[in-house]
């Protein structure tokens, strides 16, 4: 999943903690210190000695936070900011058990299905869900297995490369296929080409749509929806867990514009993207089952939210975990792009909740905090009369890396790569189609800066692609480490030349790099201080190497930097990953043949090696032989430099005293607002 954070470390404060706190007999004097953010000195005003802790309003929450959805369509939507969204308003067929990323218990179902309770069939092919009965959407309207199914088959059919819907496809239409346009054009030509797939064979569109609506099927009778899987997929009860699991209303979906249920105009539907969707409910609005309803989005200002007093749950979803109305009645989150504002905010007391920007700000936070505890909130010690509890975490299952495109879009112009011409003031659109170039700059990172000056020491250097603890994780694989010497070698090594084309690099090339020197632009999404310093980090030693090798580091509201991105507009991105499901194929398929695999342009060849070797990965079921074939795969990383690996962070969570209900679950796309209690 995209990720709009590097982490997601959560600050609850309310001002009765940083301002003067009451004190029996009168107001004691705050305690002013200045403590330097981002360069800047910030004066913060600490928690008084006679601090308590109590919330300003038990049934309200106020977050200041940055980067707006994309959309609320679940069917879309494939990032953080619109997933912390959906896990409020939605229910999913299962969820996560506490914080267990790798357990599930019922939600929407009355069972997780296993061998053992006959969910899954002994060949693992087919997975049924026992569909719960008497819950109801927010009109009032009663959730149907027809509800779940369509949902399902709606959100294939709606399809889109830069949707979630890969997740669903491998499994149900064939490992490698990645969205229902391939079912129809198996050469992947009509990916996100609506008016092309319009045009196709109308027998082989509704070949498509039957064999989706094969795959789905309801049993009113039984009060089940079961799947039929093209193969085994160990992952599949994982998969249901994302926002792209929430149960949709069927009759509203097809009231604002959605699927009419139809396998002759399914193609109609098909490769909606997020302003499509946004000038509808579809993506604007929500209708869902959940604990929260949403009652209002305004983009680039804030969503409010208040509680579903007709929530269905009425025993508790596990042993001391929430059950009935929640207690929080209003949920209010506002754009608020700069940390300053934001910390100002939290001062004044106009926010309970901040979201900081990178682990830079740790001082800030950790001169408010009064309470400590180790893992897993035990072995909790007070340490002062701060009002704040500070909590270490193993940070989120998600990682920030840097991507080179092998070959940018120019089309109608493109201000990113400059003159667009390899004379100082540019680069050409295949700039990082020369391997000396991508090693080159993996050589020039500066990893210790990096990991002191941001994550405070607190990271593991990334060898690998694949998330650490997952098969085919190796600390031994081959990695990119800063070696100035090499890097200068490798951009010696650059040669080019100018042929009726265009630019070409060539062993023999009578243009060299470190003459010419070059210009572009990094990008990275308004907001996220870490981001931001990953380039201007690149930046500096770049620089230091060659005064004529420039980066010019630029920020972009969220939702303009996704459709750069998908645009395949930037020459380099600086953007993070988060898991979908805790398994390997879940990193190795969007960093190569998949999200950003896609929209960095790799060349046919390469990827055809990648496809290779993932498909041999998700389909074997032996570990150690996963283990075998993902050596293959970090070789082939290390080999092509795609990418720049960097740290896997570790995380710290702050929150007020008086909180409860907070979970350390590293798969929670936000805070899951159900559970709390002020």
């Known amino acids: 999943m995209r990720n709009k954070l590097l982490v997601l470390v959560s600050v609850f404060i309310v001002a009765s903690m940083v301002l003067a706190a009451c004190a029996p007999g009168g107001t004691s004097e705050p305690v002013v210190q200045t403590v330097i953010v981002n360069g800047e000195p910030v004066v913060v005003t600490a928690t008084p000695e006679t601090a308590t802790f109590t919330a300003k309003d038990p049934t309200t929450w106020v977050e200041a936070t940055f980067g707006d959805p994309e959309t609320l369509d679940p069917a879309f939507d494939y990032e953080t900011a619109g997933g912390g969204i959906a896990m409020q308003v939605y229910d999913t067929l299962v969820w996560y058990n506490k914080d267990n990323a790798a357990e599930f218990v019922p939600q929407l179902a009355t069972e997780v299905p296993t061998l053992e309770n006959g969910g899954i069939s002994a060949d693992g092919k087919t997975v049924t869900f026992k569909i719960r009965q008497g819950v109801k959407f927010h009109d009032g309207t009663d959730m149907t297995v027809d509800d779940v199914a369509y949902t399902f088959q709606r959100n294939l059919l709606q399809g889109g490369t830069a949707s979630p819907q890969w997740l669903f496809a491998e499994p149900l239409l064939g490992v490698g296929t990645y969205d229902i346009a391939e079912v129809v054009d198996p050469s992947g030509a009509l990916d996100d080409d609506a008016a092309g797939l319009q045009a196709a064979d109308p027998a082989a569109l509704k070949a498509a749509c039957e064999m989706v609506t094969s795959a789905i099927v309801a049993d009113p009778a039984a009060s089940t929806v079961t799947f039929t899987l093209a193969q085994s997929w160990a992952p599949f009860i994982a998969t249901f867990t994302g926002g792209w699991g929430s149960i949709q209303s069927k009759a509203w979906v097809m009231a604002n514009g959605g699927w009419d249920g139809s396998c002759d105009t399914w193609q109609n539907y098909y490769g909606k993207v997020a302003e499509d969707l946004n000038a509808t409910a579809l993506g604007s609005s929500a209708m869902g089952t959940g604990p929260y309803k949403l009652d209002k989005w305004a983009p680039g200002e804030e969503i409010v939210m208040s509680a579903n007093e007709n929530y269905w749950r009425t025993e508790p979803i596990w042993d001391g975990g929430p059950s009935g109305v929640p207690t929080i009645k209003k949920v209010i989150i506002k754009s608020v792009e700069e940390f300053n504002t934001r910390l100002a905010m939290l001062q004044a007391g106009d926010a309970d909740q901040i979201t900081v920007g990178s682990q830079a700000d740790w001082p800030i936070m950790d001169t408010l905090v009064g309470e400590e505890c180790e893992y897993g909130y035990v072995n909790?010690?007070?340490?002062?009369?701060?009002?704040?509890?500070?909590?270490?975490?193993?940070?989120?299952?998600?990682?920030?890396?840097?991507?080179?495109?092998?070959?940018?879009?120019?089309?109608?112009?493109?201000?990113?790569?400059?003159?667009?011409?390899?004379?100082?003031?540019?680069?050409?659109?295949?700039?990082?189609?020369?391997?000396?170039?991508?090693?080159?700059?993996?050589?020039?990172?500066?990893?210790?800066?990096?990991?002191?000056?941001?994550?405070?020491?607190?990271?593991?250097?990334?060898?690998?692609?694949?998330?650490?603890?997952?098969?085919?994780?190796?600390?031994?694989?081959?990695?990119?480490?800063?070696?100035?010497?090499?890097?200068?070698?490798?951009?010696?090594?650059?040669?080019?030349?100018?042929?009726?084309?265009?630019?070409?690099?060539?062993?023999?090339?009578?243009?060299?790099?470190?003459?010419?020197?070059?210009?572009?632009?990094?990008?990275?999404?308004?907001?996220?201080?870490?981001?931001?310093?990953?380039?201007?980090?690149?930046?500096?030693?770049?620089?230091?190497?060659?005064?004529?090798?420039?980066v010019e580091v630029t920020g972009l509201p969220w939702a303009t930097f996704l459709q750069n991105q998908r645009a395949k507009k930037l020459p380099v991105f600086v953007v993070g990953w988060q898991s979908d499901i805790f398994d390997a194929h879940n990193w190795v398929q969007p960093y190569t043949t998949g999200t950003y695999g896609s929209r960095q342009s790799l060349p046919a060849d390469v990827m055809a090696k990648f496809e290779d070797i993932n498909t041999r990965g998700v389909s074997e079921n032996d570990p150690a032989k996963r283990k075998a074939i993902y050596a293959e795969f970090n070789q082939l990383f290390y080999d092509t430099c795609p990418g720049i690996l960097l740290f896997v962070a570790g995380g710290r969570h702050y929150e007020p005293r008086y909180v409860s209900g907070w979970y350390n679950n590293p798969m929670y796309a936000d805070n899951w607002f159900y559970a709390l209690k002020k």
């Open 380 to 550: 909790c010690t007070e340490t002062g009369n701060g009002a704040i509890r500070v909590i270490p975490t193993s940070g989120i299952s998600s990682r920030t890396d840097l991507y080179m495109a092998f070959k940018v879009n120019t089309e109608g112009g493109n201000n990113f790569v400059g003159s667009g011409q390899l004379d100082g003031n540019g680069i050409p659109a295949n700039f990082f189609s020369d391997v000396h170039v991508r090693r080159a700059f993996a050589y020039c990172f500066n990893y210790d800066t990096y990991l002191n000056d941001v994550l405070q020491g607190l990271g593991t250097r990334s060898k690998s692609v694949i998330f650490p603890g997952m098969v085919g994780y190796d600390d031994n694989a081959p990695y990119y480490d800063y070696d100035p010497e090499k890097c200068k070698a490798e951009f010696e090594a650059s040669k080019w030349t100018k042929t009726a084309d265009g630019w070409e690099p060539k062993e023999d090339g009578e243009i060299s790099l470190m003459d010419v020197g070059f210009r572009f632009t990094a990008a990275y999404n308004t907001g996220n201080t870490a981001r931001q310093t990953i380039a201007q980090i690149l930046q500096g030693e770049l620089s230091a190497i060659n005064d004529k090798f420039v």
